[in-house]
């Protein structure tokens, strides 16, 4: 994955995930599942932020694709300018936990104003 470029402070865009299976590359069913991200400063192993993931497990949703968002809120984003990491964790209907290998790289840099 290329890495996420964001800018401090905003809401937006939210990230769109898709988790597969490696090195198979199926798609992972997230149908009832729960998921985390969380984010640390690229280097250090302070967790700075962790979000619930947004998983559309309704009738027409994108679950069963593997599709799920990260949806920033007010404030998520207010951290210096730099490098970021995060990890992205399932947890099935079954209660098993899948956390995803590869981090995501986020570069953050500042706001103009």
């Known amino acids: 994955m ?7 402070g905003d809401t937006g865009p939210q990230l769109k995930l898709t988790i597969t299976e490696d090195p198979s590359g199926n798609v992972v069913n997230l149908t009832n599942a729960t998921g985390r991200f969380i984010l640390r400063a690229t280097g250090t192993t302070t967790v700075l932020l962790t979000k619930t993931l947004t998983i559309n497990s309704q009738q027409g949703g994108d679950a069963a694709s593997g599709v799920c968002y990260v949806t ?10 730099g490098d970021y990491e995060a990890e992205v964790e399932i947890t099935t209907s079954s209660g098993m936990v899948q956390t995803v290998f590869e981090p995501i790289e986020i570069r953050l840099r500042a706001d103009f104003d």
């Open 2 to 8: 290329a890495k996420v470029r964001l800018v401090a």
């Open 72 to 81: 920033w809120a007010p404030g998520d984003l207010s951290l210096a300018a």
